[in-house]
């Protein structure tokens, strides 16, 4: 379970079984000042006047453990701090204690003097914005071009939710302990943090039992297995057979893009369904992908009475309306699980619960009551169907997604910077792969392709939206700049490859 994120609450869980089960807590934080002063070592290795800031609490605790072992070391080190070490208490005050002098005050400081800053201020205690000498403070670091390492977290940035609390510290590095919080991955604190390390000090994953952690990082651990090559597959049957609807004869590209890249992507075979409008401009693109005429629902439910048909994309350019739904609701009574993106998840909008209905009788039909629908909206399209959620702003976007699911019976693609995917059961992965040039025209409809193609090799739902995001942003981060859409799907093999090399 190395891709767990634990929220802050859920650390100082895990602190607490381990100082229970016999851990002093002055040796976990002794450990994490070690981790850092490494992290120093490896990435600041000329840094010769450090400046260590230190807050009222255990972050701060940290700070002053790593400015001890750091001034051994021989680097000329200075403590700064928001109060004088008579003031704290715990484990906090025996690492100042051990420090040998009592720093000065925090308003003294002045970045431009040190080689290096640590930011010991706030970590996973931080509970409201941060204000007066503290802010002020922190702006004139963030003006200088010293780097920062923090500790835990930036100071400023929620643990839980990423968010800014009134302003918060931009680190070169950070460095957590044991596992990554929600905070790091989540915009903006994933911009705050720089690069983050999470070091080892000493508590078992054991605790990870009790704790029962529900939010990951989407790494290819918690889905490489259920993906498919063909070496796996005996024939291209067995890699299922992919389904995409496309618009009328003036929205076909869409489509494609999904088609392709379900076709990239793995499916064993491809097919786009057209309307007889736009049959020849299809035909006229499409080679491995295959092509079928479909103008109604009935035709629709006589195709996917082939129980091969086995997942199926619709919104990409289809239009907005009632033939949508009637889509919908033909898919989710067959075999074939769906993805509903863009428009599909628009004509829904007047009543959302018709949809999560549906979506709820498909997934009663199947396996452990296994979604059988996989929505992919971005904020925009998430708040036609979950106008309630969206406004619930203070609420992280793993919870908000989390609870989109169980509502929707479904698995819940929430598209952003941080895109998070969420299944009725409470699991949330928060994405760790991805450019800003992925927010191009038709990357949604790739991202939709990819779905379908890990859902027709048979991965669990919630397994292959994760697959494919993490696959939709690690081909945007091999491609580099200047990404268009159709960049994406002919970037796959790289990716497949990557994750061949494990
Ligand atoms: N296993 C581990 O992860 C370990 C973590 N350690 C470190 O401990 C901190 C958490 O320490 P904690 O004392 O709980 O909290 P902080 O140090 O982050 O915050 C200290 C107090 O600051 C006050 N506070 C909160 N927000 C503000 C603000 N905006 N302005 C001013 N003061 C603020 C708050 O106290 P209040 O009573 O004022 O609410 C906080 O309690 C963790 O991040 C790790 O770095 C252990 O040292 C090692 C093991
Ligand atoms: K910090």
Known sequence: MSAALLTPAEMARADALTIAAGTPGILLMERAAAAIVEAIEAAFPDAVRVACLAGPGNNGGDAWAAAAILQRRGRAVAVFRLQPPEKLSGDAAIAAQAFGNEGAPLAAFRPEAFDLVVDGLFGAGLSRALEGEVAGMVDRLNADPVPVLSIDLPSGISGLTGERLGMAVTAT????????????????????CGSVTVADIGIAPVVLDAIGPRTFANEPALWRDQLRTPADAGHKYDRGHAVVVSGGAAQTGAARLAATAALRGGAGLVTVLSPSSAVLVNAT????????????????????????????????????????????????????????????????????????????QAADRRTKGEAAMVLTPHAGEFKRLFPDLAAADAMAKPETARQAAARARSIVLLKGRDTVIAAPDGRAAINTTGTPWLATAGSGDVLSGLVAAALAQGAATFEAACAAVWMHGKAAEMFGPGLIAEDLPAMLPKVFARLAAG
């Open 285 to 360: 693109h499409l080679t491995a992908v295959m092509l079928k005429r479909c103008d109604d629902r009935a035709t629709l439910t006589e195709l996917l009475g082939d129980r091969r048909l086995n997942a199926l994309v619709l919104g990409p350019g289809f239009g907005v309306g009632a033939q949508a739904r009637d889509y919908a609701e033909a898919v989710l009574a067959s075999e074939a699980r769906l993805v509903l993106d863009a428009d599909g998840i628009t004509s829904f909008a007047e009543d959302p619960a018709a949809l999560f209905a549906l979506a709820a």
């Open 173 to 192: 590095a950070t460095v957590t302990f044991f596992r990554a919080k929600p905070g790091h991955w989540l915009e903006p604190g994933r911009s705050h």
